[in-house]
Structures are given as structure tokens and as C-alpha cells.
């Protein structure tokens, strides 16, 4: 299995409050990515990053930010978390050596706003 | 925008039989990925096959093969001997080649059920 770790694996809390997601890697992969999932839309991107310092939005970035100062940390922050971002999170990674690299995923953390 | 549809919400298959999920996607591009990732309950996400569009053969992954046909934008997943522990919900994934960064679009999902 790859050596990816999400903290907290289980989250309650309240709407308005901020939240952070923690992605840890031990392959020093460069590609870091983080998903959601919900029922009827299988998993959906919310935002990646290419290398320490360097992220970029996916499909469903609205109300998420990241950041990556170190390689083996991705972050995922919820600024003001709202009951729609109750959700299922998974980060994953690739070593993106090219574009079609497999993508490992991490446990999942569940996310739930009341 | 890239989209993959998975048609089959669910499917179910007896135990030792062989069950076909099927997956679509759109895209313009001529370099991509597809895959097939397993969700068991434990909710972990598992890779059960990888296919590269320019590879003519299709791939196959012990009891796992896919049907893939590019022209027809078509790439099902049919799983052979089917083993109870072969029960889970199924995804299927696309992905850009190039400088896509590796970025995943995926279906909705098949859950999948084997009885004994």
C-alpha cells in the first residue's frame, strides 16, 4: 500500500467554523490531489498540486483553499464550512511521471457540518 | 469538459459468474488514461485496472479485463469467477495524458453485488 495517511479520519463540526484537512505522504511523490465524494457524483476534484508551493483549483474548488510547503503535506482548509461540504474527502497521489500515472488514495476522512 | 457516465447504478452476479460493468466517456483528446477503481465498504479506493488509449490490446489483471473501444468511446469492466469479495461500488476514471497534471474525472459509480 502506498504510505498515505489523512487526519482526522472522522469530523464533526459546526457551520462557520474553519477546518483543516491534513494529507501526508511517505513516496515523496510529486502530485498531491484532493477529492470529494458524494452520493450520485462519485468523486469529483477540489484542488491539486504539482510540486511544494505550486496548486491549482479542480472542478469544485468554491469555499476550499490548500497549500503545500513541504512535499510529503498536502492541506485542505474549509474557511467557513457550510452543511453542503459534508462530504467523504480522500487525497491522493502520483508519482506524474506522465500524464496517466496511477493515482493512490488515501483512507478518506469523513466530513460532517452541522 | 471531459465526462465519463457509468449507466448502471447497480448490478448484481452469482458467485463463479462473470458480470459486465459498463462505462462511456467524452473527450476530444487523443492521449489519455482510463481506469477502474474499487470501493469496498471499508471505503478504501483500490486501482483494479489501468488502460492507455494508444495500446490496441485491451488489459487484463488476473480475474479483470476490460473492453475497451476507443472509436465508440466505450471501456467496460467484466469481472470473471466473480468472489463475494469482489463486492463493492466500481468507478471508472479518465484522465488526460500530456501536461494534465494527472487530474481524474469519474463516473458515478456501479455498486456491485455477488451472491453465494
Known amino acids: 500500500d502506498a504510505g498515505i495517511t489523512q487526519s482526522p479520519r472522522h469530523k464533526v463540526t459546526e457551520t462557520g467554523t474553519p477546518v483543516t484537512l491534513r494529507c501526508h505522504q511517505t513516496?515523496?511523490?510529486?502530485?498531491m490531489y484532493w477529492y470529494r465524494q458524494d452520493p450520485g457524483h462519485g468523486l469529483r476534484l477540489i484542488h491539486y498540486?504539482?510540486?511544494?508551493?505550486?496548486?491549482d483549483k479542480g472542478e469544485v474548488s468554491d469555499g476550499y483553499s490548500v497549500s503545500r510547503s513541504k512535499t510529503e503535506d498536502f492541506l485542505l482548509t474549509l474557511e467557513s464550512a457550510t452543511s453542503s461540504q459534508t462530504s467523504v474527502y480522500f487525497c491522493?497521489?502520483?508519482?506524474?511521471?506522465?500524464?496517466?500515472?496511477?493515482?493512490?488514495f488515501g483512507p478518506g476522512t469523513r466530513l460532517t457540518v452541522l | 469538459a471531459q465526462t465519463v457516465t457509468q449507466s448502471q447504478p447497480e448490478m448484481s452476479v452469482q458467485e463463479a459468474e462473470t458480470v459486465t460493468l459498463s462505462c462511456t466517456y467524452d473527450t476530444s483528446e487523443s492521449d489519455y488514461y482510463l481506469f477502474w477503481y474499487k470501493q469496498p465498504p471499508s471505503r478504501q479506493m483500490i486501482l483494479v485496472i489501468r488502460q492507455e488509449a494508444y495500446k490496441q490490446q485491451n488489459a487484463t489483471e488476473n480475474r479483470f479485463s476490460v473492453n475497451f473501444q476507443k472509436a465508440a468511446k466505450s471501456f467496460s469492466l467484466k469481472i470473471s469467477d466473480s468472489q463475494l469479495g469482489d463486492a463493492a461500488m466500481y468507478f471508472c476514471a479518465y484522465t488526460a495524458g500530456g501536461t494534465s497534471y494527472g487530474k481524474l474525472t469519474f463516473g458515478q459509480g456501479t455498486i456491485l453485488t455477488v451472491h453465494p
Open positions: 498540486s504539482y510540486g511544494v508551493k505550486d496548486t
Open positions: 513516496e515523496n511523490h510529486r502530485y
Open positions: 491522493a497521489i502520483s508519482g506524474g511521471r506522465q500524464g496517466g500515472d496511477t493515482q493512490y
